[in-house]
């Protein structure tokens, strides 16, 4: 790389890096009306950290299906849901199911970053995140602040 291309290239990196506030409100503003409660920028990030932890010991359930199936059987976890789903009709049965049987859930704003997060170049409506010792700090964390949130009415 040249001189000239290695200072572009860091520019637009730095741009990239300093627009991340920006896009966490641009992703805010593109979400569904139903998605309650949303979770903070904060627990975003420790949500999306412990899913890639889940998704190394491959212990997530990913998709709308299967998540629906394995909340039906009775597995415990949190539930992460995107909230720029469309249509709304897709997902909006899950935070139901979540409170009849006390499971934790929280609405995300972005489908593309819940996917990657997972280790998937698709993006995820849906992660259930199952419990596991070689995580349960960081899982206990996000399950003690999810449920903390305020219900939607």
Same mark, same amino acid.
């Given at each position: 790389?040249?001189?000239?291309?290695?200072?572009?290239?860091?520019?637009?990196?730095?741009?990239?890096?300093?627009?991340?506030? +920006?896009?966490? *409100?641009?992703? @805010?503003?593109?979400?569904?009306?139903?998605?309650?409660? %949303? #979770?903070?920028?904060? &627990?975003?990030?420790?949500?999306?950290?412990?899913?890639?932890?889940?998704?190394?010991?491959?212990?997530?359930?990913?998709?709308? +299906?299967?998540? *629906?199936?394995? @909340?039906?059987?009775?597995?415990?976890?949190?539930?992460? %849901? #995107?909230?720029?789903? &469309?249509?709304?009709?897709?997902?909006?049965?899950?935070?139901?199911?979540?409170?009849?049987?006390?499971?934790?859930?929280?609405?995300?704003?972005?489908?593309?970053?819940?996917?990657?997060?997972?280790?998937?170049?698709?993006?995820?409506?849906?992660?259930?995140?199952?419990?596991?010792?070689?995580?349960?700090?960081?899982?206990?964390?996000?399950?003690?602040?999810?449920?903390?949130?305020?219900?939607?009415?």
């Amino acid at each position: 790389m040249t001189k000239a291309k290695k200072e572009k290239a860091s520019a637009d990196g730095e741009e990239a890096a300093g627009g991340n506030e +920006k896009s966490y *409100q641009e992703l @805010i503003a593109n979400m569904n009306p139903v998605a309650q409660p %949303l #979770a903070s920028r904060k &627990l975003s990030k420790k949500l999306y950290k412990c899913v890639k932890k889940a998704a190394k010991v491959k212990n997530i359930r990913r998709g709308v +299906k299967e998540v *629906q199936k394995f @909340i039906n059987k009775g597995e415990k976890g949190i539930v992460v %849901l #995107a909230g720029d789903t &469309l249509p709304i009709d897709v997902y909006c049965h899950l935070p139901i199911m979540c409170e009849d049987r006390n499971l934790p859930y929280a609405y995300i704003p972005s489908k593309v970053d819940l996917g990657s997060s997972a280790g998937s170049k698709r993006p995820t409506c849906v992660i259930l995140i199952k419990p596991h010792e070689d995580y349960q700090d960081a899982y206990n964390e996000c399950a003690e602040e999810v449920s903390s949130l305020p219900k939607p009415v």
